[in-house]
């Protein structure tokens, strides 16, 4: 009986040997490999839920527990400062110019709202300093203007020249400024050009 018993053993043994040499390796790395996936699988979607509780319930106490009182009203955040700074007269003259390419000019209304950017006269051509702005000028501003109006001199209303201007910087001008801060004329920089 015993045996029996060791050759029972025996042939189960050699079964199982046989079973596995006929089942390609790969497909036991393959399902033990499913079989982890799916374990870990189960375990995170266990764990994500006691997560998501845990943050539902904290996330109720801090705002059950504080007591702030009235938040600050909101605010406009403060613009950055304009490098611009305008003109004065010296004493005894009526207005301080400055020299700058004029575009981007667009109708509002009764005014033409024009974007400047500011040159430095010098020797030779004239150099950029970085600084742009816009102005909003009546349509009736005066402009005295040669080559925009065709060789010949001749004082043209802003609000003629808007075409001309709504492109990009191609025309300088000596912007003129009272003591007040206030335009009251653009030139023509035509002799920057000859």
Do not use: K, N
Not at 175 to 187: A, H, M, N, Q, T
């Amino acid at each position: 009986m015993a045996d029996q018993t060791e050759l029972q053993d025996h042939l189960a043994d050699l079964a199982e040997s046989g079973r596995l040499r006929a089942v390609p390796l790969g497909a036991e790395r393959i399902r033990a490999h499913g079989e982890r996936r799916r374990r870990r699988r189960r375990a995170a979607r266990a764990g994500g839920g006691a997560l998501l509780v845990a943050a539902l319930a904290l996330g109720g106490l801090s705002l059950a527990g504080t007591d702030r009182g009235p938040e600050p009203p909101a605010t406009d955040p403060t613009p950055t400062p304009s490098m611009f700074v305008r003109p004065t007269p010296a004493p005894g003259q009526e207005y301080a110019s400055e020299l700058g390419y004029v575009h981007g000019a667009v109708v509002e209304g009764d005014a033409v709202r024009i974007t400047v950017e500011q040159l430095r006269a010098g020797e030779g051509a004239p150099t950029a300093t970085g600084v742009v702005h816009t102005l909003t000028l009546p349509r009736r501003t005066l402009v005295e203007a040669r080559q925009l109006a065709g060789g010949e001199p001749a004082d043209l209303e802003l609000g003629e020249l808007v075409d001309q201007l709504a492109g990009g910087p191609r025309w300088v001008f000596a912007i003129d400024y009272d003591g007040e801060g206030r335009v009251g004329s653009l030139r023509e920089a035509f002799w920057l050009a000859e």
